[in-house]
């Protein structure tokens, strides 16, 4: 779960952001997992209902075709183009089903893991301080002695 203030990741059992200080909205948690649970049962009921029907529909599309008086060669390319075509969008509806699964997958695993595992900062120590450092020389230091009337031999 992340924070809607400040985007910072956040364990579910926290009432307030540990960044920010910003109110954890619980009720926006649950409707957020009840809607991709709902796209993803009607990406899945798509993909289904696509695959099946455009299935059904070639089937009945060669059938037809068969009757006419068309060449086989022109049955077969059309074919060919239907299934590219239906193929292409059963696959862009897979893709879309396996972002959604793993993006729900990703969320679980970062709670689990922040609530797991509290973050610890190590001690800065002498070494790790910050040395001194000299400012870097000008270029424009000491420029204006160019500025300045020499006599004319």
């Not at 099946?52 to 529909?57: I, K, P």
């Not at 969008?89 to 959604?100: D, N, R, V």
């Not at 070494?127 to 020499?150: D, R």
């Amino acid at each position: 779960m992340y924070c809607s203030r400040c985007s910072a990741s956040i364990s579910e059992d926290l009432n307030f952001c540990s960044s920010c200080g910003e109110r954890v909205d619980k009720t926006g948690l649950a409707e957020t997992s009840k809607k991709q649970s709902e796209m993803l049962d009607n990406l899945a009921i798509a993909l289904i209902s696509v695959g099946a029907g455009g299935m059904l529909f070639l089937v009945g599309l060669v059938a037809v075709l068969l009757d006419k008086t068309i060449s086989n060669q022109v049955i077969v390319l059309l074919v060919g183009m239907y299934l590219a075509a239906w193929l292409t969008i059963c696959l862009k509806l897979l893709g879309q089903i396996s972002k959604l699964v793993d993006a729900n997958l990703d969320e679980r695993k970062g709670q689990k893991s922040d609530a797991a595992q509290p973050v610890q900062l190590s001690p800065k120590n002498t070494a790790q301080l910050e040395g001194h450092f000299e400012p870097a020389i000008s270029v424009t230091e000491h420029t204006t002695k160019n500025l300045e009337k020499v006599p004319a031999k």
